[in-house]
């Protein structure tokens, strides 16, 4: 079977979109010919293949996030399902036109992903055309695949969702736990390692890094560090928090890092962090990603987000954008080694029994019916 996947960014820019649409491409490439079609991303090295087809287009125009790529019409009629990664402002009008002219050629299937409420004037003019054929495009879709039920009751798309529920299936996100694993090494030292994975640009400005860093001003000594992995454009300004907080020799910026490293870093971390602020944080596969390491987690309680996990079991929830909750459980998490340790161990356990790559891979082939 031929499938496309749709999908704005690609590692290895590293965002949740992106990252979602190359698992589920690997998870299908060993019985069916995958091919992902994406912007170029000129700054970026290209991500290796590994067996999947990647197909970088070149935007007419280009947006933040968006772009228009005409040329990806006539590159669809060959596939048997086109999946498409939603927001993807400029190209959803793309497929949903391919949709009606090869109507008989292919299937369409949504992951809707995320809301969009928060753009800023400049990306609402752009977004117009997107949302005039926002629900022909839904209505054109044969599925409709959403990682938690919790958010979308609570998105954009809440009354079609209730309106047209036999086109929905819920798919959550999955982690290879094979490649994150705990360290059966690890000892714990004096040192308390915080951790935040995600992107710094400005399309990622909602996981809330600065709320993070003023959250740990008074708290980062000599016996904390906090490494932040990512890049992207507000990292001058996340820098200049953390000076103006005096705080530089706790804090890391160590940029984008390759898997290997990741891994590790996720694995000597003894708390993780996602402290999103509003509802473009829909799930957190980088929750995933530490769960399969054994490292507990605090983030933020949102819709999408709190469903991943129970709050006080693998770790904790935190009001979204206040800086002194997520200061208080940050230091309880490291005054109780008892309570990380076991949190860790909830978490593995979580990672693996509902989202390993093996249980994501059946979802898939139901929805495809493969």
């Not at 402002?89 to 299937?107: D, H, N, P, Q, T």
């Not at 016996?223 to 907080?245: A, C, F, H």
Request: charged residues 25%.
């Amino acid at each position: 079977m031929k499938i496309a996947h749709v999908v704005c960014v690609y590692p290895p820019y590293r965002g949740g979109i992106g990252n979602v649409a190359k698992d589920f491409s690997f998870l299908m490439k060993s019985d069916n010919e995958v091919t992902v079609f994406t912007p170029t991303q000129n700054d970026l090295k290209l991500e290796e293949k590994k067996g999947i087809k990647i197909k970088y287009l070149k935007p007419f125009l280009k947006y933040g996030n968006g772009a228009f790529l005409p040329q990806l019409f006539f590159k669809l009629k060959d596939f048997d399902i086109v999946h498409l990664h939603y927001p993807f402002f400029g190209v959803s009008e793309i497929v949903y036109l391919a949709k009606l002219f090869f109507k008989k050629k292919f299937k369409l299937i949504i992951h809707y992903h995320m809301d969009t409420d928060n753009l800023s004037f400049f990306s609402k003019i752009l977004s117009i055309f997107s949302w005039v054929i926002f629900k022909p495009l839904f209505e054109a879709a044969d599925k409709i695949t959403f990682a938690s039920e919790d958010y979308i009751l609570r998105s954009r798309i809440k009354n079609f969702y209730q309106k047209n529920k036999q086109k929905f299936y819920l798919l959550p996100f999955g982690v290879d736990t094979d490649k994150f694993f705990p360290d059966s090494n690890k000892k714990e030292k004096n040192k308390i390692n915080i951790l935040f994975v995600g992107g710094l640009d400005k399309a990622h400005y909602f996981k809330g890094v600065n709320i993070l860093l003023k959250a740990l001003s008074s708290v980062l000594n000599d016996k904390t560090i906090l490494n932040i992995i990512g890049q992207g454009d507000m990292m001058g300004e996340y820098k200049k928090i953390v000076q103006e907080s005096k705080i530089e020799k706790y804090v890391n910026f160590l940029g984008g890092v390759n898997d290997c490293e990741l891994v590790k870093n996720y694995q000597k971390a003894n708390i993780f962090v996602l402290p999103s602020i509003n509802s473009h944080e829909a799930f957190g596969v980088v929750l995933l990603e530490a769960f399969a390491c054994g490292t507990p987690v605090i983030a933020s309680n949102l819709p999408g987000v709190r469903s991943v996990f129970k709050d006080k079991q693998e770790g904790f929830l935190i009001k979204p954008s206040d800086i002194f909750d997520l200061r208080e459980k940050i230091n309880f998490l490291i005054a109780d080694k008892n309570l990380r340790q076991q949190m860790g161990i909830n978490a593995r356990k979580l990672a693996c029994e509902k989202y390993s790559f093996k249980i994501l891979k059946e979802r898939l082939k139901k929805i495809y019916n493969i």
